[in-house]
T-cell receptor, first 113, second 111 residues
Framework: DAGVIQSPRHEVTEMGQEVTLRCKPISGHNSLFWYRQTMMRGLELLIYFNNNVPIDDSGMPEDRFSAKMPNASFSTLKIQPSEPRDSAVYFC???????????FGEGSRLTVL | ELKVEQNPLFLSMQEGKNYTIYCNYSTTSDRLYWYRQDPGKSLESLFV?????AVKQEGRLMASLDTKARLSTLHITAAVHDLSATYFCAVDGGGADGLTFGKGTHLIIQP
């Protein structure tokens, strides 16, 4: 299996621009998670889906962030408009079930200037 | 709310020494995971501990779980530089909330 696939791996954008991060989970996994990692705040859970349905989005920082999972093999995390404080590494992870072993993608490193 | 605490958060040690990283959690759980993260890389699953008394070993690393004490340990034997990384524990709180991660232990092993 190819593992969890994220794109882009690196994104540099200017403040105010829209950013879309993409994730393809491992086939057969029912749960998908978006995390954000920074030096200051560590690893933060933003949102997770179970069977394509958002279960907990309490970690989403504010209305500028949105996430979708239109089908079992694709999810997006969108930031609009982006701000410099959104600069971080965004990880997508998937698992067979919500509390199972997580498999992480390589991450998308976002820099907002 | 499940809380997961790791200590130490930062550890610098010499090659050849033994040391233990601790992971305490606040509510009952019998599922705990350890992950490794190298600088600039993703998190890689190391151990899956699914019951009280579970012990897993891989090379110089050994992880154990004591659900009654709500404690997991990651023991490093005769450390080598290649083990330098950040180690996270993650706990299943039993609900539909997914895993709760500790803050990570940044481990530096010096020659």
């Amino acid at each position: 299996d190819a593992g969890v696939i994220q794109s882009p791996r690196h994104e540099v954008t200017e403040m105010g621009q829209e950013v879309t991060l993409r994730c393809k989970p491992i086939s057969g996994h029912n749960s998908l998670f978006w995390y954000r990692q920074t030096m200051m705040r560590g690893l933060e859970l933003l949102i997770y889906f179970n069977n394509n349905v958002p279960i907990d989005d309490s970690g989403m920082p504010e209305d500028r962030f949105s996430a979708k999972m239109p089908n079992a093999s694709f999810s997006t995390l969108k930031i609009q408009p982006s701000e410099p404080r959104d600069s971080a590494v965004y990880f997508c992870a998937s698992s067979f079930y919500a509390s199972g072993e997580l498999f992480f993608g390589e991450g998308s490193r976002l820099t907002v200037l | 709310e499940l809380k997961v605490e790791q200590n130490p958060l930062f550890l610098s040690m010499q090659e050849g020494k033994n040391y233990t990283i601790y992971c305490n959690y606040s509510t009952t759980s019998d599922r705990l995971y350890w992950y490794r993260q190298d600088p600039g890389k993703s998190l890689e699953s190391l151990f899956v501990l699914l019951s009280n008394g579970a012990v897993k070993q891989e090379g110089r690393l050994m992880a154990s779980l004591d659900t009654k004490a709500r404690l997991s340990t990651l023991h490093i034997t005769a450390a080598v530089h290649d083990l330098s990384a950040t180690y996270f524990c993650a706990v299943d709180g039993g609900g539909a909330d997914g895993l709760t991660f500790g803050k990570g232990t940044h481990l530096i092993i010096q020659p």
